[in-house]
C-alpha cells in the first residue's frame, strides 16, 4: 500500500460504511439489493450525510465571504499605497499589512473554499471505490466495508442501461448499453457543470456589494466562474457514473443552499438584500440590522437629540461633613 492509498483508507472505509448502510436499509424497506437505483439513493444518501456534517463549515464560509467583501476597500487603499513599488522591504510590508487587515476582519482568501477542500479527500474515496469495483470483483475481494457480494451486486447494477461503475472515456463493463453509458454521462456532465455554474453566477449576480464587484478580488471571481466548470468539464470523462451521481447531487444541494442564503441573509449592500428590504417593507416589517464589519456603526440606532434652547442644570454635589 503507497503513502496516498494509507492516507485514502480511512476514507474510503468511512464513504463505504454509509453507502452500505444506506443500502442496507434500503433493501431492508424492500428496494431489490442487486438493483441500480438502490445503490444511486446510496450515493445520494453518502451526499445527504456528507454536506449536512459540512454545515457548520458552510456559515463559517458564507462568514469569510461577507469579511472579503467589506474588505475590499482597505485592499484597494493598500494597493494603492504599494503601486509601482516592487522592492522586497516593500512587498514584505504589504504582506504584513495585508494579513493584519484579513486578522482585524476575521477572514482570509482561502475560507471560501474550505468546504470544497473538505469534500475533496471523500470525492477522492467514491472515486477509488467506484472505479476499483471490477477489479474488486474479479479478485473475490471486497472494498472498505463493503462485501465481495455488494461489490457484484453494484457491478452488476445500472439505471437506464447504463452501469453505475462504467465511465465514458473507458468504456462499459460486459452487459451494459454503450449508447445509454455515453448518452447518460454528458447528460450528468452537463447537469454537473451547469449547476456549478449557475451557484457561483447567482452569488456574483445577486449577493456581491457594488464595492466588492469592483474589486481585483471580481476578477478573480469571474475566471473561477468559467474555469471551475470547464475543469469538472472535461474530468467528468473519467468519473464513473456514480460519481457523476454524487458530484451532481452535492451541486444541486450547493446551488439550493445558496439560494436560501442569497435570499434569507443577503450581504449588505447587494442587490439581494435590497430585495430583501423591499419584500420586508410590502409586508410592512422592520428593516433587519445589518450586522457585521463596519455595517454594524450604520446599524446602531442613533442617540435621540438633546432639545435646544434648554440650558442643562447643573447637579448639586453633597458636601462633605466635616
Not at 442643562?312 to 461633613?321: D, G, S, T
Request: proline letters at 7%; glycine letters at 8%.
Amino acid at each position: 500500500m503507497d503513502f496516498f492509498e494509507t492516507i485514502m483508507f480511512p476514507f474510503k472505509w468511512l464513504v463505504s460504511v454509509i453507502m452500505v448502510g444506506f443500502h442496507e436499509g434500503l433493501s431492508f424497506i424492500g428496494l431489490p439489493a442487486a438493483n441500480g437505483w438502490t445503490w444511486t439513493l446510496s450515493i445520494i444518501g453518502l451526499v445527504l450525510v456528507l454536506r449536512a456534517a459540512l454545515i457548520p463549515v458552510f456559515v463559517k464560509q458564507i462568514k469569510a465571504q461577507r469579511g472579503m467583501q467589506l474588505l475590499q476597500p482597505d485592499l484597494k487603499k493598500l494597493q494603492d499605497k504599494y503601486k509601482g513599488k516592487t522592492d522586497q522591504l516593500s512587498r514584505q510590508a504589504m504582506a504584513q499589512e495585508q494579513m493584519s487587515l484579513y486578522k482585524k476582519h476575521g477572514t482570509n482568501p482561502f475560507s471560501a473554499c474550505l468546504p470544497m477542500l473538505i469534500q475533496m479527500p471523500f470525492f477522492f474515496a467514491l472515486f477509488q471505490v467506484l472505479s476499483g469495483i471490477s477489479q474488486a470483483k474479479d479478485r473475490g475481494n471486497g472494498i472498505g466495508a463493503m462485501s465481495h457480494e455488494q461489490v457484484v451486486q453494484f457491478d452488476q447494477s445500472s439505471i437506464f442501461g447504463a452501469p453505475l461503475s462504467a465511465t465514458l472515456l473507458h468504456g462499459t463493463p460486459a452487459g451494459g448499453n454503450v449508447t445509454s453509458v455515453w448518452i447518460l454521462s454528458i447528460v450528468m456532465i452537463l447537469a454537473m457543470t451547469a449547476s456549478q455554474f449557475i451557484t457561483q453566477k447567482q452569488i456574483m449576480a445577486k449577493n456581491m456589494s457594488e464595492e466588492a464587484m469592483a474589486s481585483p478580488f471580481m476578477r478573480q471571481q469571474k475566471m473561477m466562474l468559467y474555469i471551475l466548470p470547464i475543469v469538472f468539464g472535461v474530468g467528468g470523462i473519467n468519473f464513473p457514473i456514480g460519481v457523476l451521481i454524487y458530484w451532481t447531487t452535492t451541486n444541486l444541494w450547493t446551488m439550493g443552499q445558496q439560494f436560501f442564503v442569497i435570499r434569507r441573509m443577503p450581504t449588505p449592500g447587494s442587490p439581494a438584500a435590497k430585495a430583501l428590504a423591499e419584500r420586508r417593507a410590502a409586508k410592512g416589517l422592520p428593516v433587519l440590522p445589518v450586522l457585521g464589519g463596519r455595517k454594524e456603526e450604520e446599524a446602531a440606532p442613533a442617540e435621540p437629540e438633546k432639545p435646544k434652547g434648554q440650558r442643562v442644570q447643573p447637579q448639586r454635589k453633597n458636601r462633605k461633613k466635616k
